[in-house]
């Protein structure tokens, strides 16, 4: 670790997509309060998290990253994280009993509050105005009053990360993630469907096994690993003033931690080794993870290794592919090859959401499911055949029975994305759509 690192090193270097805060003085006095707000999280876990993503990039783990495109402040109510979480502990039960591997559960969620946007303002109804960045800087309600960023925002992104933390705390270890509730996780909407009439199948089998290892006398109530789990927290570390006030010394190591998440990536967008976004990530101790898009060379990503893990430290750095359905076996291999050839020990994951987004006839955003999976199956195969773990999936998915991405086993159809389509930012995979995803994935980790 570079010792002259220091947290606000950043500000020297060029930062791309920082929105321009009308008032300098609220923003300051906004910063201040919130170096002085408790971590949301301790650095302690965050050494966890790495421990365990140094598992995957061992091939003894999945990660299985999932959660909103963009958190809302209007749309967060207990109930949606309860169904989010729901949708991630089935995905989880299907792969981790269909296939026999640990899965590292990490949220996009607790912090996913920003944005990046391809350009600063744009024409809405006839008027220019800032483009929408997420809750933490402005409104999606396109006026100029609400599109102009208010740093108090950062504020209300704070305290709703907190509450969800601490819901999510709550609901992971006080009963609710309990293996003998794993029925209950099957929403009434998702119950009907192909893949949620598959998801209680498997269900009913773990109800067996844990009949059968009662019936042998071993006491299951004692065994906290059936009934509780760890969930991690992430989301891109965007908004580097934000960041750079969560940012804490741990007091056992004296190392630097982003306290806002356990782990924070940096996007295709703000990668670039010489830039404040990997300024930033690369003197955390948290682990971290960058996106990688189409146009990244194989020099470009082992520049990008050696300015976010100089020490080649398992689990430190995930990188997450997002190439676009049919373009894995064409970029993928050259980029294994040279991350394996400088000896960083990373995570693979895949991304299959963001290089599949297209605008349907009706004008909506989205994304169909043969494409998403098209992407994982060949993120997997080339792994394999370049002898690399094909250690995870990122995500975008909501445990709401939306309409927003096409196909599925329980078909969702071009005429059919106006009926419930209401995200902030990208379209999700809804409950169904993420289940049957994590049973093709299960087979993939099998091996078939
Ligand atoms: N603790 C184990 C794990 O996290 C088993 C487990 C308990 C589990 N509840 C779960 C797995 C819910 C997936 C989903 O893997
Ligand atoms: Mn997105």
């Not at 705390?169 to 099957?186: C, E, I, M």
């Amino acid at each position: 670790m570079d010792r002259s690192w220091t947290p606000s090193r950043w500000r020297d270097l060029p930062a791309e997509q920082q929105p321009e805060w009308p008032d300098p003085h609220v923003l300051d006095q906004t910063l201040k309060s919130l170096s002085a707000l408790p971590p949301l999280v301790f650095a302690g876990e965050a050494r966890s998290l790495q421990r365990a993503l140094a598992e995957v990039a061992a091939g003894e783990a999945f990660l299985l990253q999932a959660g909103d495109c963009a958190e809302s402040f209007h749309d967060f109510t207990a109930d949606s994280i309860r169904d989010k979480l729901k949708v991630i502990l089935q995905m989880a039960v299907v792969l981790t009993y269909g296939a026999g591997v640990p899965v590292v559960k990490l949220g996009r969620i607790a912090g996913q509050f920003a944005k990046p946007r391809s350009s600063a303002t744009e024409f809405v109804d006839g008027q220019w105005l800032p483009s929408f960045r997420g809750h933490v800087v402005n409104d999606d309600e396109p006026t100029l009053a609400g599109r102009t960023p208010d740093p108090t925002r950062m504020l209300t992104a704070y305290h709703q990360s907190a509450s969800t933390l601490n819901l999510l705390r709550a609901f992971t270890k006080g009963g609710f993630a309990d293996l003998s509730q794993v029925h209950t996780w099957n929403q009434q909407f998702v119950a009907g469907s192909p893949g949620g009439q598959h998801y209680d199948a498997l269900a009913a089998e773990i109800d067996r096994a844990l009949r059968f290892m009662r019936a042998c006398g071993i006491n299951l109530g004692g065994e906290a690993s059936l009934q509780q789990v760890d969930f991690w927290t992430s989301h891109e570390g965007l908004i580097l003033s934000y960041e750079e006030a969560m940012t804490r010394r741990d007091s056992l190591t004296g190392d630097w931690y982003d306290t806002s998440a356990h782990l924070v990536w940096v996007g295709e967008r703000t990668r670039h080794p010489g830039g404040a976004h990997v300024d930033f990530l690369s003197g955390l101790s948290n682990p971290v993870a960058a996106k990688i898009g189409p146009d990244a060379t194989p020099a470009d990503v082992v520049g990008l290794c050696a300015a976010l893990d100089p020490d080649r430290t398992p689990g430190r750095l995930t990188l997450i592919t997002r190439l676009g359905a049919g373009r894995a076996p064409a970029i993928l291999p050259g980029l294994l090859a040279a991350v394996r050839d400088a000896g960083h020990p990373v995570v693979w994951a895949c991304d299959p959401m963001h290089g599949n987004t297209f605008t349907g006839q009706g004008g909506r955003k989205t994304r169909h499911f043969d494409h998403v999976l098209a992407e994982i199956r060949e993120f997997f195969a080339v792994c394999r055949a370049a002898g690399a773990w094909p250690g995870g999936v990122h995500v975008e998915l909501t445990g709401d029975n939306v309409t927003e991405c096409l196909g599925g086993a329980d078909e969702v159809l071009e005429n059919q994305l106006e009926l419930r389509y209401t995200t902030t930012c990208d379209p999700r995979l809804n409950a169904s759509q993420s289940l049957d995803l994590a049973f093709h994935v299960a087979d993939l980790l099998r091996g078939h």
